[in-house]
């Protein structure tokens, strides 16, 4: 049996309580002993094929041993003999001393390894050695599922492999794989969104609505609110549309309806301040989507701190009694999500400051704390 080193901890690091004379330095301590002469080679057999203590000694040696080129060759060498034991424990070196992988022909050397590698576990520990690197997109779907979990966790998300990442969620490589690029996929950048919604308008008319869905409500929620909600992203219109044309404009439909659907599903607290912010200061927009508002503040889960009252006070300023008027209408509709305490005081605060601006706002916000229309 061939240990694995790649996730081996330091026993010597462990946290234990050790016995009270270990902890006594010694008043003199002996001079070190020369270290001996490390056999690259034979410490690799000692991995693959010795015993439980030849191997843990193996390892503690082949995790502190930085290959020479010379090294790193012999190891390469190793692992394209397919014959030879030793090619995981060479695999798992290699993938502990990566700085060899900064050249660009040794980076294709391993690509080439992947590509043909027959032996799952090998696989898998190749895929691993690659962790960070976008050519790990190639591996998603990889048939083995060792390969394509190690390639989901080492995956870097960007622009070069967002497509690759999304067309893995959207195909399913199984449950636990899943799960990996699902939260992969929650670190990419708010500035790669309309990326991503060009991408599933593109394959959006071949793959699943629930898996569409899912894949939206993944995605950061202000800009799929812009892209969608308010149509940024509507293909242009034109006087005589081709057949792609309305082909098109019906698959954007299907993705903005789905995209409505995940943001009113768990609107986040970011998504009901930019709403809260937008529609206190923009009439339109307020019109446009009231109904959308409505339903996002009724749904959301998250709790409102004080940055919430902070923009409402800021908003304030200069605005007409319909405003306030609606943003009262706002802050009563998400009382009940507003941290309390302090912040319960902080309301009360607020609409008595917008009640004082004339007695006509001053019934109206009246009638909405007695729950009136």
Not at 355 to 372: E, N, T
């Amino acid at each position: 049996m061939v240990m694995d080193i790649r996730h081996l901890r330091d026993e010597a690091g462990d946290g234990r309580d050790r016995p009270f004379e270990e902890a006594i330095a010694p008043i003199a301590a002996a001079p070190p002993a020369a270290a001996p002469e490390v056999d690259l080679e034979e410490l690799m057999t000692l991995l693959a094929q010795g015993d439980g203590d030849k191997q843990v000694l193996a390892v503690e040696q082949l995790r502190v041993l930085v290959p020479s080129d010379a090294g790193i060759d012999r190891l390469c060498a190793i692992i394209e003999d397919g014959a030879d034991p030793r090619r995981l424990p060479a695999l798992q070196v290699l993938g502990f001393h990566r700085q060899w992988l900064s050249s660009r022909s040794q980076l294709e050397r391993v690509l080439v390894w992947a590509r043909v590698e027959e032996d799952p576990e090998a696989a898998a520990a190749i895929a691993w050695l690659l962790r960070g690197r976008e050519v790990l997109q190639e591996f998603l779907l990889h048939p083995v599922a060792a390969v394509s979990r190690e390639a989901a966790l080492g995956l870097p998300v960007g622009e070069a492999t967002l497509e690759a990442l999304l067309d893995a969620l959207l195909v399913g490589r199984g449950p636990d794989i899943d799960c990996i690029l699902t939260q992969r996929l929650r670190t990419m950048h708010p500035s790669l969104t309309g990326r991503a919604a060009d991408h599933l308008l593109l394959v959006g008319g071949h793959v699943t609505g629930e898996a569409l869905n899912h894949v939206l409500a993944q995605l950061p929620q202000e800009p799929i609110f812009d892209l969608f909600v308010e149509g940024r992203s509507r293909p242009p219109w034109t006087a005589e549309p081709s057949a792609q044309d309305t082909e098109l404009l019906q698959r954007w439909h299907h993705v903005a309806r789905l995209a409505s659907q995940a943001l009113l599903h768990a609107p986040s607290g970011e998504l009901i301040r930019y709403l809260v912010n937008r529609s206190a200061s923009d009439d339109t927009f307020a019109r446009r989507h009231a109904s959308f508002m409505k339903a996002a503040m009724d749904n959301t889960r998250d709790v409102f701190g004080p940055e919430m009252l902070d923009d409402l006070e800021r908003l304030m300023l200069n605005a007409t009694d319909d405003r306030l008027e609606r943003m009262a209408r706002m802050l009563m509709d998400l009382s009940d999500k507003i941290a309390g305490g302090e912040m319960h005081s902080h309301v009360a605060d607020l609409l008595e400051k917008w009640k004082s601006r004339s007695p006509a706002l001053k019934l109206k916000i009246f009638h909405l704390l007695q729950g009136l229309k």
